[in-house]
């Protein structure tokens, strides 16, 4: 069975410093790894995903993630926070060999502090 | 490239009264989803249609929910009839397909049975 854990409900980092919002994942099989941001009153937006090739996957609004095989981890992040970068971030996998469907972990809330 | 459409932004109605979502997937977009994101949570899948036929509904309540994709373009998700626990927010997406490209999320639909 597909899962996502995001073991933290909330961050909180001071503008200008680096991020780091962390996901675990489990599949049978390789995995395709997503992570989506959500603002207020707003659908989920794409960011960034991982499907095979460079472990260092780089996205949208200066995010990046890394695939860890060995530690079955893809955490975002970003070298320096903004204030606009405050929202809700979801990670999401899906099986290779499954059906397109999106396992969501519970999301992570990123205050990012001016 | 106009994004994904969804209609009403917000629905109150009591328990046991019927209601009905809309979705307009972007052009050309073959796979299209319905998830419902409980406060604190992330996206469940409900169904997923690939052109007008279903892929996946294996966590729709089919005893009370119902989904059609006419003509393989828009779709409608209906309740009938609501429960308490139905309060949530009906998020819409789409893709090219169903394999490793990412959805992209309409603002969704949020629904509020008192």
């Given at each position: 069975?597909?899962?996502?854990?995001?073991?933290?409900?909330?961050?909180?980092?001071?503008?200008?410093?680096?991020?780091?919002?962390?996901?675990?994942?489990?599949?049978?099989?390789?995995?395709?790894l997503?992570?989506?941001?959500?603002?207020?009153?707003?659908?989920?937006?794409?960011?960034?995903?991982y499907?095979?090739?460079?472990n260092?996957v780089?996205?949208?609004?200066?995010?990046?993630a890394e695939f860890n095989k060995?530690?079955?981890s893809f955490?975002?992040?970003?070298?320096?926070?903004?204030?606009?970068?405050?929202?809700?971030?979801?990670?999401?996998?899906?099986?290779?060999?499954?059906?397109?469907?999106?396992?969501?972990?519970?999301?992570?809330?990123?205050?990012?502090?001016? | 490239?106009?994004?994904?459409?969804?209609?009403?932004?917000?629905?109150?109605?009591?328990?046991?009264?019927?209601?009905?979502?809309?979705?307009?997937?972007?052009?050309?977009?073959?796979?299209?989803?319905?998830?419902?994101?409980?406060?604190?949570?992330?996206?469940?899948?409900?169904?997923?249609?690939?052109?007008?036929?279903?892929?996946?509904?294996?966590?729709?309540?089919?005893?009370?929910?119902?989904?059609?994709?006419?003509?393989?373009?828009?779709?409608?998700?209906?309740?009938?009839?609501?429960?308490?626990?139905?309060?949530?927010?009906?998020?819409?997406?789409?893709?090219?397909?169903?394999?490793?490209?990412?959805?992209?999320?309409?603002?969704?639909?949020?629904?509020?049975?008192?």
């Open positions: 069975a597909q899962s996502v854990a995001q073991p933290e409900d909330q961050v909180n980092v001071a503008e200008g410093n680096p991020l780091t919002v962390k996901c675990t994942y489990s599949v049978s099989g390789n995995p395709y997503f992570w989506y941001v959500q603002y207020p009153n707003r659908g989920l937006q794409f960011l960034l995903k499907i095979t090739g460079d260092l780089k996205g949208s609004y200066g995010f990046e060995s530690q079955t955490h975002l992040k970003k070298p320096s926070a903004l204030v606009s970068d405050s929202a809700l971030y979801f990670c999401a996998v899906r099986d290779e060999n499954g059906a397109n469907n999106l396992f969501f972990g519970t999301g992570t809330r990123l205050t990012v502090i001016p | 490239e106009a994004g994904v459409a969804q209609s009403p932004r917000y629905k109150i109605i009591e328990k046991r009264q019927s209601v009905a979502f809309w979705c307009n997937p972007i052009s050309g977009h073959a796979t299209l989803y319905w998830y419902q994101q409980i406060l604190g949570q992330g996206p469940k899948l409900l169904i997923q249609f690939q052109n007008n036929g279903v892929v996946d509904d294996s966590q729709l309540p089919k005893d009370r929910f119902s989904a059609e994709r006419l003509k393989g373009v828009d779709s409608t998700l209906k309740i009938q009839p609501a429960k308490l626990e139905d309060s949530a927010v009906y998020l819409c997406a789409s893709s090219i397909d169903g394999t490793f490209h990412e959805q992209y999320f309409g603002p969704g639909t949020r629904l509020t049975v008192t």
